[in-house]
């Protein structure tokens, strides 16, 4: 049988950064922001054993060199120069009034600002001390005079491997009008860790989890496929503005959190919420539905690995990029042996989705893809500009490592993308 081709939204793209070294050094975590005057500014990561031979600011993190890049567009996005060096990661770069951020960790949150579009930096600052922080380039929201932003922490350290049951998202809020930089000028919502919250043994029925594990331990599901103890990461923060949701807070100080579910499945988002209160205090707690009844897991294409959202004023639809799963049922022990973790673990289809709800998707189309398995295009992250969706990519063509330590970022633009909406 002869495959048909799919036809894809941005298949053709311009490279951002690309890595000296595939064997030795990986490209991660793009995030993209637009500036009101049109610049684009993308921050990635970098890291491995080949970090030692650049030159630049670094950073350690778990023993381990780190450097952050920030690039800058001015032409929407066809050229890029790279514009600074900052020693942390999973960073994000936003706008707040006239200033601009660039938000990550190095274990610690750290944090720079410009004042001038992004032509000169200030040095980073810490905004904790002695903690452990994780996240993506998720989205950034704005409402009440304020930028909204989720920070991970991890809460606990007895977790052996991949520590995402020990996660707690943690809603930032700042005012649009504050100095960023300085730690007062955040509050932080109370944290709800994800295996506080859950009774993994009172899960039935969405066969979550998946495979067999273990409270702190990370289990071997076949040889060299490992699952670690079920959690969320990776967050997003949205709001409903629709007065019809069930979960619409007239009042404006609702927030829901929309997670990457790792539960060792495909097709699931984990979700919670974060209520404001008169005191300006954040709560952090799990959804209900009108039953009565908690509700965790919802469904979202590609709810296994990193996603993104962000809701576009124009169309008053959220638009959801994520990875595309084709085979997750195939056994761990016959998977080949290029094909990276578990069967969950495809990173080879970037898909774009709209919805009213955040609950019903509709596929859009797919942005891009690749067909090996060492290849990939996954971990993006998007930004509106107008009639375009800029979308930055986490990428690996044939000389990449593994699917997993890719050695591009790549920029896919989706033009004139509210035209998908049917």
């Known amino acids: 049988m002869v495959k048909r081709v799919a036809q894809t939204l941005a298949e053709k793209w311009v490279t951002v950064y690309q890595s000296p070294d595939p064997s030795s050094i990986a490209c991660y975590s793009p995030g993209i922001a637009r500036l009101p005057g049109g610049r684009l500014l993308a921050t990635i990561d970098i890291t491995g054993m080949g ?29 890029w120069q790279q514009q600074l060096d900052f020693p942390f990661m999973h960073a994000r770069p936003f706008a707040c009034g006239s200033n601009i951020y660039i938000l990550g960790h ?29 996240q993506a ?34 809603t930032m809020r700042g005012r649009m009008d504050a100095d960023l930089t300085i730690r007062e000028n ?56 629709d007065p019809n949701h069930y979960w619409h807070d007239p009042s404006g100080h609702t927030f829901h959190l929309w997670s990457r579910a790792h539960t060792g499945g495909t097709g699931y988002a984990a979700i919670a919420k974060v209520v404001e209160h008169e005191d300006g205090s954040m709560t952090t707690m799990l959804e209900t539905v009108p039953s009565g009844k908690t509700i965790l897991y919802v469904p979202c294409p590609g709810g296994q690995m990193k996603f993104h959202i962000v809701y576009d004023d124009v169309s008053q639809m959220f638009w959801l990029l994520s990875t595309q799963a084709t085979d997750s049922m195939t056994r761990a022990e016959l998977l080949p042996k290029d094909r990276y973790g578990l069967p969950n673990n495809e990173r080879q289809r970037l898909q774009l989705h709209f919805s009213r709800n955040c609950i019903d998707w509709c596929f859009a189309g797919m942005v891009a ?12 992250s998007m930004v509106i500009d107008g009639e375009n969706l800029h979308i930055l990519s986490r990428s690996g063509d044939e000389h990449a490592k593994n699917a997993h330590d890719g050695n591009l970022i790549t920029l896919h633009t989706v033009s004139n993308f509210r035209g998908l909406i049917y």
């Not at 409402?143 to 007895?158: L, T």
Request: charged share 20%.
């Open 51 to 79: 970090l030692e031979q650049l030159g630049g600011s670094k950073g350690i993190r778990n023993g381990k060199e780190i450097q952050g890049k920030l690039l800058i567009s001015d032409d929407g996005g066809q050229t």
């Open 106 to 134: 190095c274990q610690d949150l750290m944090i720079i600002q410009s004042g001038d579009g992004g032509n000169t930096w200030s040095e980073p600052i810490k905004l904790t001390i002695g903690e452990q922080w994780h």
């Open 137 to 170: 380039p998720c989205n950034v929201h704005y409402a009440n005079g304020c930028v909204y932003i989720v920070m991970e922490r991890f809460a606990a350290s007895d977790v052996s491997g991949w520590p995402v049951s020990v996660i707690a998202p943690v």
């Open 186 to 241: 955040w509050t932080f919502a109370s944290e709800l860790v994800f295996r506080n919250a859950v009774a993994v043994s009172e899960l039935d029925y969405f066969g979550v989890p998946f495979f067999p594990t273990l409270p702190k331990e990370t289990m071997e599901v076949a040889q060299g496929r490992h699952c670690a103890p079920i959690g969320w990461l990776e967050t997003n923060l949205v709001q409903f503005q």
């Open 369 to 380: 893809m690749v067909a090996d398995n060492k290849q990939s295009r996954h971990y993006a």
